[in-house]
């Protein structure tokens, strides 16, 4: 079957770095995605990863590895705002999402 | 309009009765889904269209249908709800298989 593993919840400490893991077995691989989520509101675009290696996009950078199905998104300098459910979603061989159940991550001054 | 908007915001409703949930993109995305959002299963794929005039079925299906008449609107119906699809309704759209997807602000369901 379809799986895709990530913590259910973190805590960390403003202005420090945090990282969130998510490992994946999946029918196929068409890229692996980060998706941030605040509490009552809709998930928002984060990262995509198609190939292994890291790719940084401001205080936020994701990992892939292909061959040991696992990504981390890379938090660093984290604000309060960063208080969220982070999703790792992978794109199977149809092209669908396959979504993990998300971590909640809660920043504490 | 501009992304995804979805209607009503929120509902209850009481079980037995029919519902259709709206959905409607202004960008021109081929493909279009129907997402689930409860709490500690994460999001699960309800149905979906990659273009106007098809649909196909996702991870959990039943009790819902969907049409893609054109390639805006993707309204999903519960034809005689239960206390189960009680939960968060989120539509999507993505113009290709890696661009990722963009969400509408969903649709709390209550149903009693």
């Known amino acids: 079957g379809q799986n895709i593993d990530q913590p259910t919840e973190m805590t960390a400490t403003e202005g420090a770095i945090v990282q969130i893991n998510c490992t994946y077995q999946?029918?196929?691989?068409?890229?692996l995605f980060w998706y941030q989520q605040h509490a009552g509101e809709a998930p928002t675009f984060l990262s995509y990863?198609?190939l292994d290696g890291l790719e940084e996009k401001g205080r936020f950078s994701s990992f892939l590895s292909r061959s040991k199905g696992y990504s981390y998104l890379l938090l660093k300098e984290l604000q309060m705002k960063d208080s969220a459910s982070y999703l790792c979603a992978v794109m199977d061989s149809n092209y669908q999402l396959i979504w993990g159940a998300g971590t909640k991550l809660i920043i504490k001054p | 309009i501009a992304g995804i908007t979805q209607a009503p915001t929120s509902q209850i409703l009481a079980a037995g009765r029919r519902m259709t949930l709206r959905c409607t993109q202004d960008m021109r995305h081929n493909a279009m889904y129907w997402y689930r959002q409860d709490l500690g299963l994460g999001l699960r794929l309800i149905h979906y269209s990659n273009t106007a005039g098809t649909t196909g079925k996702g991870e959990v299906p039943d009790g819902y249908s969907v049409s893609r008449a054109n390639t805006d609107d993707f309204p999903l119906t519960l034809a005689s709800a239960v206390p189960s699809q009680t939960s968060v309704y989120f539509c999507?759209?993505?113009?290709?298989?890696?661009?990722?997807?963009?969400f509408g602000s969903g649709t709390r369901l209550t149903v009693v």
């Open positions: 999507a759209s993505s113009d290709s298989g890696t661009s990722g997807y963009t």
């Open positions: 999946t029918s196929g691989f068409n890229g």
């Open positions: 990863n198609v």
